[in-house]
């Protein structure tokens, strides 16, 4: 499916949906030192999510300061992860305009289903309609190891 790209000037940010304007070294660097949930992971790991994942980002200048991306079907089913502003940039209404974006866009309208893991930010999702699993006894999970990254490079 070809989804046309989004891009918008916001507060002094660019917000984009166009991954050629995105700095996958800089997200790269965010997700592997930062996130609570991909310390250590490698970059060769976040390229081919990156290229695999419909990515909205955020940019200042030459550099990369928010990003989220989903993964999806296109017809049915999306997850959203690696969603982050950096601590700087916090508070300016970034994260919102992500979202907003994103829940504008028809393809994602027309979703069945769409989910997220966080452990802190249910408030900014709640307002995007995500709430506690329908039916959590129908839901599974293969739990991997947390540091499975970390692993990888010893």
């Known amino acids: 499916m070809v989804v ?3 891009t918008e000037q916001f507060e002094g940010f660019i917000i984009t949906t166009d991954k050629g304007l995105m700095k996958v070294s800089d997200i790269h660097r965010w ?3 930062e996130a609570y949930w991909s310390k250590e992971i490698p970059f060769e790991t976040v390229q081919t999510a990156f290229e695999n994942s419909y ?3 955020v940019l200042l200048g030459d ?3 928010g990003f989220g991306r989903l993964v999806t079907d296109y017809a049915t089913f999306a997850y959203l992860a690696d969603v982050y502003v950096e601590e700087a940039h916090r508070g300016k209404g970034l994260s ?3 979202m907003e974006i994103l829940f504008s866009m028809e393809w994602v309208k027309g979703l069945r289903r769409m989910m997220l893991s966080t452990i802190h930010a249910h408030e900014l999702y709640r307002k995007y309609g995500f709430t506690a699993c329908r039916y959590p006894d129908r839901l599974m999970e293969v739990l991997l190891s947390p540091d499975m990254y970390k692993a990888q490079r010893q």
Do not use: A, F, I, T
């Open 4 to 6: 046309p790209n989004h």
């Open 31 to 33: 997700l592997s030192e």
């Open 55 to 57: 990515c909205v980002g």
């Open 63 to 65: 550099r990369q300061v």
């Open 96 to 98: 919102k305009r992500m």
